[in-house]
């Protein structure tokens, strides 16, 4: 059957609906939402962005409508604005014709009345007035001018009507006074008849002018008197919302600004203060039950406001949800952060040290790409050589250093009384520790084996941290940071990185932990999958995709964050970050969202439904109904010149500056990065290769050591076996060669042969290498192939995640403070 034709649409309505909208040649026509409203044409993504985010506006009064084929038309303006748009069937198309022919009509007669009274504007009409209010006062005064008009002619008519017929009547009279002949009486008596119906007439017409004219000047006053009121009631009310709005920025200020707030002030300053506009907020609860257009949406999940009821209840009866919910608004919010007696108060303390807010403009040098490129199809890139030309003048450990741009999330979660509002602080930490790189597409130094860089910002945010490179092949980097502000974060991270011709994959492995001291809550996750496109050909740009679980495992609250991969297909925003904090039960609490490179959102959850139940047809997993989402991160601004600086943000512009007492070690020493930091590239090739080949020669020598020494122990291991015979009953009877735990050590130092040879060795039980169970129940725990060992980091099996990391052993802060650096390699 054919689809039933729609009403055809009023000039005066508005009209709305998808099509589909011509792009580029690579991304095609894609799905748009239209909106044809007061001779205006607008398009959005989705229905949900019309509150915020328009992506064109053509006006039809100036445009030509073009019909292609059944279901094709263009719409153009004379250049300046294209639209070829598709329907998605023939009648659809003759709809969408018959609202922009009606609406075209409408806005040109608008604009011609526009057009004729531009000079008899009222003062006070308000360009910011609402277009539709705009057009019935236009017409209103233009009914006016033109019965004004009318008026005016009859009134002139009138004037001459009565001048001629007293004319006429003189002159009749004057000619019956001539003595004529009879024929010319009885002429001058029908001409004298004739004059008075004229003039019986002329007083008739004259009569309903009269009428005419009181009529329409009683109806003028009257509309002018409601139009006046109409403008002045619109005058009243922009300077109502004029003054809103000052009060609700005043309040934003004073929320912001305020450092220590009663719990029963906090709800007013957090209302006024709503969900900050942007991508994703809701409605001003205009209608608060109301679902979300999802029928697009692939996620797996939907939010929607929830009912009213919850944002006025407090009690512990609410979907089984824990008398902490009363407390939601305000344990969330700084204020009643910076009330908690128990936060820690900043101490006196020498000044904090004034850091730099510059680096050198980074110089313009061309380079062929594809001559280093295209030899390095497939290979590792830890072993590419690489010129500085790619980098960025910080290295790796720096860089790793970075995730701490946001601590005062952590600090905001260590005084959370909640472990799942602590766990929505940490989802937003992680999500902000990839804010730095949207514009970074320089690699950073590779580092050299044993290279350290400290971070120590004690004064200014309430940290230190260090990082150590501890292995060469594969890179392993180590990074431990403790807070006075009661947390702890290490990280081990190896990087596995494929080069795919078009693109660069970067796999980061290991796990991050956080402690928090005060609940003793311990979180683990892992980082996602950074990709960086267009290595040979097009702008270099980079995305952040993958999907990250953050445990709690003392109380076995879970985090599942979504980061959603770009796609040049895909309606949604770019960069898209969507999360759900559950318990350990699996009952959803908070729902998190926003972009990776700008903010994250958070919403409580107050009730929750599967998909399929609310006509979705499976197409969302699950909906839930949320309290108003609220502001939980957002990206702080990048320094002004950034385009020139790397696009370093304030924090990275600090991480190579010179100070004073740092190790020998440390990455600020580094020469090569120095010279590329201070635009001396060629130098800092030169100076990168010579620090390469002295780190192949000293791993080179002490592998050379390695296996000297292994040779020598086997040596000794085999002739003390051969040595201690046992005889039973005159037969030679050859022991274990593993009896005790100190022959055991003995064996730890061999070289890495025996961890291909455990499964034969004789003995209680097989050798488990990397720090598993040996024979007897002893640890064994290996060294690296070359003999090396980290300086601040020892080897450690984690409890919580199986894997074998390092842990800070201590020793490098009391070393700093001794100036005592005796044990630090020469690796610069």
């Keep these: 059957m054919s689809e039933p034709k729609a009403p055809t649409p009023t000039p005066g309505d508005t009209y709305k609906g998808w099509l589909f909208k011509w792009t580029n040649y690579i991304k095609g026509?894609?799905?748009?939402?239209?909106?044809?409203?007061?001779?205006?044409?607008?398009?959005?993504?989705?229905?949900?962005?019309?509150?915020?985010?328009?992506?064109?506006t053509i006006n039809l009064a100036t445009a030509n409508i073009v019909v292609e084929d059944s279901c094709n038309f263009i719409i153009s303006n004379g250049g300046a604005q294209t639209y070829h748009l598709k329907a998605s069937s023939e009648v659809e198309?003759?709809?969408?014709i018959t609202a922009l022919e009606l609406a075209k009509a409408k806005a040109v007669r608008n604009q011609a009345d526009q057009s004729d009274d531009s000079g008899d504007e009222c003062p006070m009409s308000s360009p910011s007035a609402g277009q539709s209010g705009a057009s019935r006062n236009s017409e209103v005064q233009s009914t006016l001018r033109t019965l004004g008009?009318?008026?005016?002619?009859?009134?002139?008519?009138?004037?001459?009507?009565?001048?001629?017929?007293?004319?006429?009547q003189r002159s009749l009279s004057e000619l019956e006074g001539v003595k004529i002949g009879g024929d010319t009486g009885d002429k001058i008596r029908q001409v004298t008849e004739r004059a008075t119906l004229f003039r019986i007439t002329s007083n008739a017409m004259i009569?309903?002018?009269?009428?005419?004219?009181?009529?329409?000047?009683?109806?003028?006053?009257?509309?002018?008197?409601?139009?006046?009121?109409?403008?002045?009631q619109r005058v009243r009310l922009e300077e109502t919302l004029e003054q809103l709005a000052k009060q609700h920025n005043h309040l934003e200020r004073a929320f912001k600004g305020a450092t220590v707030l009663p719990p029963s002030q906090s709800h007013p300053a957090t209302d006024s203060k709503g969900s900050s506009s942007g991508k994703g907020d809701a409605s001003d609860e205009e209608d608060e039950n109301e679902f979300f257009d999802a029928m697009e949406d692939p996620q797996a999940f939907i939010t929607v406001p929830a009912d009213p009821k919850y944002h006025r209840r407090s009690g512990s009866n609410v979907s089984g949800i824990s008398s902490e919910i009363g407390m939601d608004d305000q344990s969330l919010d700084e204020q009643s952060l910076a009330s908690n007696p128990e936060s820690p108060q900043p101490q006196e303390l020498e000044p904090v040290k004034k850091r730099r807010i510059r680096i050198p403009d980074k110089p313009n040098y061309s380079l062929n790409l594809w001559s280093i490129m295209k030899n390095c199809i497939g290979k590792e890139l830890s072993k590419i050589p690489m010129p500085v030309n790619f980098n960025e003048p910080i290295s790796m450990l720096q860089r790793l250093s970075?995730?701490?741009?946001?601590?005062?999330?952590?600090?905001?979660?260590?005084?959370?009384?909640?472990?799942?509002?602590?766990?929505?602080?940490?989802?937003?930490?992680?999500?902000?520790?990839?804010?730095?790189?949207?514009?970074?597409?320089?690699?950073?130094?590779?580092?050299?084996?044993?290279?350290?860089?400290?971070?120590?910002r004690r004064y200014e945010s309430g940290y230190r941290s260090l990082c150590e490179q501890v292995s060469h092949h594969p890179p392993a980097a180590c990074h431990h940071a403790i807070s006075e502000r009661g947390w702890t974060l290490r990280q081990e991270i190896t990087l596995a990185s494929k080069f795919r011709g078009k693109y660069l994959s970067i796999m980061p492995l290991g796990s991050i932990h956080c402690v928090f001291e005060k609940s003793n809550n311990h979180y683990t996750w892992k980082k996602v999958t950074t990709t960086v496109h267009n290595i040979i050909v097009g702008k270099l740009w980079i995305d952040q995709s993958g999907e990250i679980d953050i445990v709690n495992h003392e109380t076995g609250d879970r985090c599942h964050l979504k980061f959603a991969p770009y796609s040049y297909f895909s309606r949604d925003v770019a960069r898209k970050v969507t999360g759900v904090v559950t318990d350990k039960e699996g009952k959803a609490h908070y729902v998190l969202s926003g972009t990776w490179d700008e903010k994250m959102e958070f919403s409580r959850v107050m009730q929750s439904s599967r998909g399929d139940e609310n006509g979705?047809?499976?197409?969302?997993?699950?909906?839930?109904?949320?309290?108003?989402?609220?502001?939980?991160?957002?990206?702080?601004?990048?320094?002004?010149?950034?385009?020139?600086?790397?696009?370093?943000?304030?924090?990275?512009?600090?991480?190579?500056?010179l100070e004073d007492g740092v190790a020998p070690t440390d990455s600020r020493r580094r020469p090569d990065q120095r010279l590329m930091e201070q635009g001396q590239w060629e130098e800092a090739n030169a100076e990168k290769q010579r620090l390469e080949e002295k780190q192949r020669s000293?791993?080179?020598?002490?592998?050379?050591?390695a296996r000297s020494a292994d040779v020598d122990e086997e040596a000794v291991i085999e002739d003390s076996i051969n040595d201690t015979p046992l005889k039973t009953d005159g037969e030679e009877m050859t022991p274990e060669p593993i009896e005790t735990p100190e022959k055991i050590d003995a064996e730890?130092?061999?070289?890495?042969?025996?961890?291909?040879?455990?499964?034969?060795?004789?003995?209680?039980?097989?050798?488990?290498?990397?720090?598993?169970?040996?024979?007897?129940?002893?640890?064994?725990?290996?060294?690296?192939?070359?003999?090396?060992?980290?300086?601040?980091?020892?080897?450690?099996?984690?409890?919580?995640?199986?894997?074998?990391?390092?842990?800070?052993?201590?020793?490098?802060?009391?070393?700093?403070?001794?100036?005592?650096?005796?044990?630090?390699?020469?690796?610069?």
């Excluded at 989802?427 to 120590?456: C, I, M, Q, W």
């Design 748 to 828: 730890e130092t061999t070289s890495s042969d025996i961890s291909s040879s455990t499964e034969t060795l004789p003995g209680p039980s097989s050798f488990q290498i990397d720090g598993m169970e040996g024979p007897y129940g002893c640890p064994v725990k290996t060294v690296h192939q070359d003999n090396y060992s980290a300086q601040w980091f020892d080897h450690f099996d984690d409890p919580h995640t199986g894997e074998q990391t390092h842990l800070y052993k201590g020793g490098y802060w009391e070393a700093k403070d001794q100036g005592s650096w005796e044990n630090c390699p020469d690796i610069f």
């Design 402 to 456: 970075e995730d701490l741009e946001y601590s005062e999330l952590l600090d905001k979660g260590a005084k959370c009384q909640s472990s799942l509002e602590q766990l929505c602080y940490v989802a937003a930490f992680t999500v902000s520790s990839y804010s730095t790189t949207v514009h970074r597409t320089g690699k950073p130094f590779n580092p050299l084996l044993g290279e350290t860089f400290e971070l120590d």
């Design 149 to 168: 008009s009318k008026v005016e002619d009859l009134s002139t008519c009138n004037d001459l009507i009565a001048k001629h017929g007293s004319a006429l």
């Design 29 to 56: 026509y894609q799905r748009r939402w239209f909106v044809l409203s007061n001779g205006l044409l607008s398009y959005y993504r989705t229905q949900a962005e019309m509150g915020h985010t328009c992506r064109g």
């Design 616 to 657: 979705t047809e499976g197409r969302q997993k699950t909906v839930y109904q949320t309290l108003k989402a609220r502001e939980i991160w957002r990206k702080t601004p990048l320094p002004e010149g950034a385009e020139n600086m790397y696009y370093f943000s304030t924090l990275a512009l600090t991480l190579n500056e």
């Design 93 to 96: 198309r003759q709809r969408w």
């Design 698 to 705: 000293v791993r080179r020598e002490r592998e050379r050591e």
């Design 207 to 232: 009569n309903a002018c009269r009428d005419f004219l009181s009529l329409a000047q009683a109806h003028s006053k009257r509309w002018q008197k409601a139009l006046q009121a109409e403008r002045e």
